[in-house]
């Protein structure tokens, strides 16, 4: 494949996206590529370009972050076209999850030898995603994440917005039923994972995988508030599932039930509300990986 149609948020990573334009075309037209570009002028307009794509005709590279590349990845859904994500976002998560550069030269450079992969695609709702969804304390700090300070740094957006959320949340009763098998519990929050990434790095659901054809939840249950800020280092490494406070599990279909008004977020993005289903398509999404 030697066409491309590079699909740009100009708005990712505080509008610094627009400016990766030139040099990944040229990077690519150095490999003798063909180079278009589509500016996105919102979510859906992104959606629109990836399902007018086709199986055999340019491959779609979305330069953002996780949410144009999730978008990106619904309207591939639809028209069977490649896509190849590009760090042009603050987190790169899925990215991360690939095992690709978040070098935007390094990471251009090596699309001309990626090879193809096929991946899992989460649906909240009728939503799809490719991360973790939230709900719960995790959907608040993604409140004050998405309205966090342009200056700050984007390993450091999360932990800011769970320091914001943990002023206001309070645990809640939550059901969760994975594959017709209910829980209730008190808890904080639900993070239904794809890929299991989010936050810049966090490994919310650190046994996740991209193409078993399942989505992995990890709950927050019986924790006390003042030890929210001592399991960030431990998400990182993905060493907070302790089976006793935070649990894990595994399934095709997971039922959330909250109290109404609880958000649900989805690779960044607000996708509706609770109670809300949850289910998997596996190996639905063609991507093509970065070459290492």
């Given amino acids: ?32 590529w063909s180079v278009d570009v589509a500016v996105t002028e919102s979510a859906e307009h992104a959606v629109e370009i990836a399902a007018a794509g086709e199986p055999d005709g340019q491959l779609l590279v979305a330069l953002g972050g996780d949410g144009l590349v999730a ?33 935007l030269r390094q990471a251009a450079s090596s699309l001309p030898r990626a090879t193809e992969r096929r991946v899992d695609v989460g ?28 200056w700050l740094p984007a390993a450091l957006v999360y932990a800011y917005g769970g320091a914001r959320a943990l002023v206001g949340t ?32 966090m490994r919310a659901n650190p046994d996740a995988l ?26 990182f490494r993905g060493t907070h599932v302790d089976g006793v406070d935070i649990r894990a599990d595994r399934g095709r279909t997971i039922d959330v039930t909250a109290p109404a008004g609880y958000r649900v977020y989805a690779d960044g993005d607000i996708v509706g509300e609770t109670p809300m289903t949850f289910t998997v398509r596996q190996q639905a999404l063609r991507v093509l990986v970065q070459a290492r």
């Fill in 1 to 32: 494949m030697t066409d491309a149609l590079v699909v740009v948020n100009p708005t990712a990573r505080n509008g610094a996206a627009g400016a990766m334009i030139p040099v990944v075309s040229d990077i690519l037209r150095s490999h003798g």
């Fill in 71 to 103: 978008r990106v990845a619904e309207g591939a859904l639809r028209s069977g076209a490649l896509v190849a994500p590009l760090p042009g976002g603050r987190g790169c998560d899925f990215i991360r999850a690939l095992g690709g550069s978040r070098d």
């Fill in 123 to 150: 649906l909240a709702g009728g939503t799809p995603f490719l991360g973790v969804a939230t709900v719960g304390y995790d959907s608040r700090a993604n409140d004050h994440a998405n309205a966090a300070p342009t």
């Fill in 170 to 201: 309070r645990s809640t009763s939550i059901t969760v039923t994975t594959d017709g098998v209910a829980r209730t519990f008190d808890g904080w929050s639900v993070a239904i994972g794809n890929s299991g990434r989010y936050g810049a790095g």
């Fill in 210 to 235: 991209l193409d078993d054809g399942e989505l992995d939840v990890t709950t927050v249950e019986g924790l006390p508030r003042w030890k929210y800020p001592m399991l960030l280092p431990r998400y």
